[in-house]
């Protein structure tokens, strides 16, 4: 039976490995448009941490549907509540989204998906140029979208653990808690 203060094992190993993983594509995204040199490069890291996050996300969301979530801390209002679940529904949408988009973006320009050594993504969307160019903004806009949304997110948590102190943090810690150090002092 899953513990009712803290998401399960699964669900917390999921969260901290993608979120070391998204930090990464985040990063190397910005890297990327920063340096044309390295571009080959970064590219070629980018893609393989985009898919493996394409795959968690989904492994991720089949958990979240198929276990008990802890409950909210009681000093949430209805409405932070909502706008918690609402942020996290996005996040999941984005963390599926914006490798599809990656994916086609490179599909359209034709370009090789490597994903490592001689193993090949197949491409999901016809070479189109301009299909190519109305995909990377979306990708660099859905970018910026869940850059700021994970800096909500990062704030919310900060907030709820070093302000209010009602255990938000405790629900997703990556190793077990007891029910009485998961109660707010």
């Known amino acids: 039976m899953p513990d009712r203060w803290q998401f399960n094992i699964l669900a917390r190993i999921l969260h901290w490995t993608m979120a070391a993983m998204i930090l990464t594509m985040l990063f190397i995204g910005v890297a990327q448009v920063a340096s044309l040199a390295d571009y080959h490069l970064l590219l070629s890291i980018h893609r393989p941490l985009g898919i493996a996050v394409l795959i968690l996300v989904v492994l991720r969301f089949i958990n979240r549907k198929l276990s008990t979530l802890p409950a909210f801390p009681a000093t949430m209002s209805h409405m932070e509540r909502e706008v918690a679940k609402a942020s996290e529904y996005l ?52 970018a910026f979208l869940f850059f700021a949304t994970f800096i909500a997110h990062f704030g919310a948590i900060l907030f709820h653990t070093l302000v209010v102190r009602d255990g938000m943090l405790k629900r997703m810690v990556p190793w077990n808690i007891s029910r009485q150090s998961a109660e707010p002092r």
Request: no cysteine; glycine share 8%.
């Open 91 to 142: 996040m999941y949408g984005l963390m599926f989204v914006l490798p599809l988009v990656g994916w086609g973006m490179l599909s359209a320009a034709h370009y090789p998906i490597v994903l490592f050594g001689s193993i090949y993504l197949p491409w999901i969307l016809p070479h189109n140029l301009e299909l190519y160019w109305v995909l990377r903004q979306a990708h660099t806009v859905l």
